[in-house]
């Protein structure tokens, strides 16, 4: 199938052959659907926090950070052009619609426009307006990640939406002053975003009175996926190489592998508010991370436990604690396996990472939700799904899927150590059948690519898990443009 070519093409990549050909397998036999048992709701898979735990928790997690330096992860590598769909059909092909009437009627009210004026010439008519803002003849936001874009107006000065990830880590991840955060970019963005930190830095950081820690990493090329024509062969460019293209946000479990940090807050870069809501967020990260410690030191005190002493009580009482507190259920086998059997079992489910994954009210948005899965080892966990996950033309799976009551933001709290303080393998706890397929085209030829398991789904697949319901006011995405003008972004 590959000719000498290929195989310095693939090795030149970073890729092994067999993980090329199990891609090309995967295309042809297909990932398996996710079995949902139910969804996870209030009181049966959602925790939600009253008044006085979302204090206790906030407490539990700001008496231990000075010792735990956690790190805020923000995968910042996408780029921005599809917020602006409607902008670039104006451009290009003439078309209005209401989005992009309202754009024009309401451009004063943006954060970028003090900078557009400046680059604008005199009398610009929309079309040049539109022209100056998405391409290099002005600002290039066209082109730009979300991370560079200015999202937020202030008296002082406006902010870009990687500046209000600065301004979040200095009030939740800080540890006597060291704030850590780590941006995933792409390479041809790189310097732009150090350029800007370089500038913005020195502000911060005498406003906050703290310290920052800022790292990078890219989306290796070894994680990208090859692409085939839709028989299933290697799909090839002009020249006669392989495609291999981006294999979606999945792709990034080996930069968070990479992370040296016992608790990372893990949110995406467009999910930011202004600082007259920020407060909210604070407090709910800060509670996130508190139930994240208490199960960490509940996992710990059941390892040290069961190496000491591993009684029938203790054993009855794990069970219990995995069923009512972490969420899962064993298979029918279990309550006949010998006692031995039963202490390996235990000591392998607890030496896994621990995440908490804040989830809000379903408003319609697109996305994963909480359910209660079926694993291959016959357990049932709890997972964040995708629609493309589920066989929807199963009427049993569609009515589940539907019954879902919460989404998940990508708002997650992870442990990534183990009760010896060492870093877990995290490519060793995800579920390679959890995959995706999805149709493209290259060059006007129809392809089939192929998306690695998503960092919060199949890549997470064997965590620890654990939701809690989080307020709607903490997740206000700018999927758009003109998301930006709504009154949680003003």
């Known amino acids: 199938m590959f000719t000498k070519n290929d195989l310095n093409q693939i090795q030149e990549l970073g890729i092994d052959l067999e993980t090329v050909e199990q891609q090309i397998?995967?295309?042809?036999?297909?990932?398996?659907?996710?079995?949902?048992?139910?969804?996870?709701?209030p009181e049966n898979g959602v925790t939600q926090l009253s008044e006085e735990k979302l204090a206790e928790y906030v407490a539990l997690y700001e008496s231990k950070v000075k010792s735990i330096t956690p790190l805020k992860f923000v995968p910042a590598s996408g780029a921005a052009s599809r917020m602006f769909k409607s902008l670039f059909a104006f451009l290009e092909e003439g078309k209005s619609d209401k989005s992009t009437n309202q754009f024009f009627e309401r451009l004063s009210e943006f954060a970028f426009y003090d900078d557009l004026q400046k680059v604008l010439p005199e009398n610009a008519d929309e079309k040049t307006i539109a022209d100056y803002y998405l391409t290099s003849k002005g600002l290039e936001y066209g082109t730009l990640p979300k991370g560079l874009l200015k999202f937020h107006k202030y008296e002082k000065a406006n902010r870009t939406a990687i500046e209000e990830h600065l301004v979040e880590g200095a009030n939740y991840a800080n540890t006597d002053g060291i704030v850590k955060l780590h941006f995933t970019v792409s390479p041809e963005h790189l310097s732009r975003f150090k350029a800007l930190l370089d500038a913005v830095l020195p502000t911060y950081e005498a406003d906050y009175g703290v310290k920052y820690d800022i790292t990078f990493s890219e989306q290796r090329k070894s994680t990208d996926t090859i692409a085939v024509n839709l028989d299933n062969t290697p799909f090839r460019e002009k020249d006669g190489s392989l495609l291999f293209r981006p294999a979606g946000h999945g792709a990034l479990l080996a930069n968070l592998n990479d992370i040296d940090a016992n608790i990372v807050f893990i949110k995406n870069i467009d999910n930011v508010v202004p600082d007259r809501i920020k407060q909210t967020t604070y407090?709910?990260?800060?509670?996130?991370?508190?139930?994240?410690?208490?199960?960490?030191?509940?996992i710990f005190d059941y390892q040290h436990q069961l190496t000491e002493w591993a009684s029938q009580p203790l054993i009855n009482e794990l069970t219990e604690f995995f069923e009512k507190e972490l969420c899962v259920l064993?298979?029918?086998?279990f309550t006949d396996l010998p006692h031995n059997d039963k202490v390996a079992y235990f000591l392998k489910k607890l030496n896994r990472p621990l995440r908490v994954c804040g989830v809000v009210k379903n408003t319609g948005e697109p996305g994963g939700g909480p359910?209660?899965?079926k694993n291959a080892d016959r357990t049932t966990s709890l997972q964040i799904v995708e629609s493309a996950?589920?066989?929807?033309?199963?009427?049993?799976?569609?009515?589940?899927?539907?019954?879902?009551?919460?989404?998940?933001?990508?708002?997650?709290?992870?442990?990534?150590k183990n009760n010896k303080g060492?870093?877990?393998?995290?490519?060793?706890?995800?579920?390679?059948?959890?995959g995706f397929v999805t149709q493209k085209s290259k060059d006007g030829k129809d392809l089939k690519a192929q998306e690695l398991p998503g960092l919060w789904n199949g890549a997470m697949s064997d965590w620890n898990t654990i939701f809690v319901e989080v307020p709607l006011i903490t997740f206000n995405p700018v999927k758009t443009v003109n998301d930006l003008l709504r009154d949680e972004h003003q």
């Not at 995967?26 to 709701?41: E, S, V």
């Open 389 to 416: 996950q589920v066989d929807l033309d199963d009427e049993e799976q569609k009515a589940i899927f539907n019954n879902s009551t919460h989404f998940n933001p990508v708002d997650l709290i992870c442990s990534l």
């Open 25 to 41: 397998q995967d295309f042809t036999d297909g990932f398996p659907f996710m079995q949902l048992q139910k969804a996870a709701i």
């Open 283 to 298: 407090d709910y990260k800060k509670a996130l991370a508190g139930v994240l410690l208490h199960y960490q030191d509940k």
């Open 371 to 373: 359910f209660w899965c």
């Open 330 to 333: 064993q298979n029918s086998t």
């Open 422 to 434: 060492e870093k877990f393998d995290l490519l060793k706890f995800r579920d390679p059948k959890t």
